[in-house]
């Protein structure tokens, strides 16, 4: 069967890169975090200091951007890792401090055309299941299976605070939610690339969907995508 692309796009927190993952597994295909990418870079800039009270120090990102080399690697168990040179930052990228200011990174011009370039890089021979918030829209226009998935505000901040409890991290529910609730505003009203559902993409809404119920839905949009291009 012809490999093909499948973008899934969507809110923050709503199992996106869950069922992305289980599905390239299943599948064989490759999987990258498109958000883990915006999230290395956020982490470059608190390890610099390159974070003013409310802004971020421009000239020296854009003059950092070069240095920034972001790299995937698979762990003993199989899961993908996100490696700033050659430190594993996987960890590091989904605390708080990362989370309450990956999206003001993610709306500077500069920092979203050096992502794109890279995934779009990694996804050039297709074989490729990448989630984020733009995938379908501008990074693979082209993809023959595309995804929106949303959920409410509160079952995403439910399940991320689930997420970082199990991971035995301090979380408190109020601030998970106002940090999704905020990122939902700066992420869908930004001027570059902002989050929208592309055209041509699936809606889903799991609000009260399990994992496996997702699972199951999603290896049958592949297969029907997939039939298509025979
Ligand atoms: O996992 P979660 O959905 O909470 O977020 P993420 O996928 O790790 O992405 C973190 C942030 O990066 C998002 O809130 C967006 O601001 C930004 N992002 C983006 O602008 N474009 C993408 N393709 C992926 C993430």
């Known amino acids: 069967m012809k490999k093909i692309t499948i973008a899934i796009d969507g809110h923050s927190s709503c199992g996106k890169s869950t069922m992305a993952k289980d599905l390239a597994r299943e599948i064989g295909y490759i999987y990258i975090d ?38 995937f690697r698979l762990n003993a168990e199989g899961r993908p890792e996100t490696y700033l040179g050659g430190e594993c930052i996987e960890k590091e990228i989904r605390g708080m401090a990362v989370s309450s200011r990956v999206s003001l990174i993610a709306t500077i011009g500069f920092v979203r055309e050096a992502m794109v370039a890279l995934q779009q890089q990694m996804g050039r021979n297709k074989g490729i299941v990448m989630d984020g918030r733009d995938i379908g829209t501008t990074v693979f226009p082209d993809a023959e299976l595309k ?30 939610l106002e940090n999704v609730k905020e990122r939902d505003r700066i992420d869908s009203g ?22 496996p119920e997702q699972k199951a839905w999603l290896l049958e949009e592949f297969k029907r995508a997939a039939q298509c291009t025979i």
């Open 34 to 71: 498109s958000g883990a990418m915006y999230r290395a870079v956020t982490y470059y800039c608190l390890q610099h200091d390159l974070f003013t009270e409310d802004s971020v120090k421009l000239p020296e990102l854009q003059a950092a951007m070069p240095d920034i080399q972001i790299t």
């Open 190 to 211: 930004r001027a570059i690339s902002p989050l929208r559902k592309a055209d041509d993409a699936i809606l889903l809404d799991n609000s009260t969907m399990t994992i």
């Open 147 to 176: 995804v929106f998935v949303t959920a409410s505000a509160e079952v995403r901040a439910q399940r991320r605070y689930d997420e970082l409890k199990a991971k035995g991290e301090e979380a408190s529910y109020e601030s998970i």
